[in-house]
């Protein structure tokens, strides 16, 4: 059985090396849709695929980090790239272009990475990320699934490679969701109200 939780944010980028000036050329921004799509052949104790008040805590935060932010590739200019952080207290530093392909990857990673690092507390079982969709405008989406975001063709992410600024990391409900995330430590659940 498939769910979906759909979350919505703000974002800045430029997109270097496309084909439409405007897109590479000048920064612009977008209202942000993401779907995440979650799977599983079990149902939890509340017959649930997955709690959605779940979601609502590190998902959240990951996806919500990037409202109201810039989001910058490591390899643009460096002058840019310390301008805009000099300038903006919320940043994400990816290590690949921010193009709507790409976040689609880059949450797929991260949302992975969080569902295998959770606490299962109420008989979830064998609950996976089936894909992620970025929709950039009204009109076009990215869709990644897993072999898109573990692809070495459409370059390589490293998590250890992405950057996110003291002031998002301040905002997340766990302060230190990063350091659980790079390090691979159990993710507990707090108890949901």
């Known amino acids: ?22 897109c590479s050329q000048n920064i612009h921004g977008h209202s ?11 149902l939890d104790n509340g017959h649930m695929v997955y709690d959605f008040g779940l979601t609502k805590l590190y ?19 460096p002058e840019y790239i310390e301008a805009m952080k000099r300038y903006s207290q919320r940043w994400i530093l990816l290590p690949v272009s921010p193009s709507a392909e790409q976040f689609s990857r880059v ?3 991260l949302i992975e990475k969080i ?6 507390l109420n008989g979830e079982k064998e609950v996976k990320l089936h ?3 970025v929709h950039e405008t009204d009109t076009g989406y990215a869709h990644c699934f897993y072999d898109d975001a573990h692809s070495k063709l459409m ?24 350091e659980y995330i790079i ?3 159990e993710l507990i659940v707090p108890k949901i109200v």
């Open 59 to 77: 998902i959240k935060d990951i996806i919500d980090s990037f409202d109201h932010a810039i989001t910058l590739w490591s390899q643009d200019d």
């Open 1 to 22: 059985m498939l769910i979906r939780k759909l979350f919505k944010f703000e974002n800045a980028h430029i997109v270097r090396n496309c084909s439409t000036q405007r």
């Open 115 to 120: 569902l295998q690092l959770s606490q299962k």
């Open 131 to 133: 894909s992620v969709i």
């Open 107 to 109: 949450f797929f990673l």
């Open 155 to 178: 370059g390589e992410i490293n998590i250890h490679d992405i950057k996110f600024s003291k002031q998002i990391q301040k905002e997340w409900s766990k302060e230190d969701l990063w």
């Open 183 to 185: 390090k691979e430590r």
């Open 32 to 42: 942000y849709k993401v779907e995440v799509l979650l799977e599983s052949n079990y």
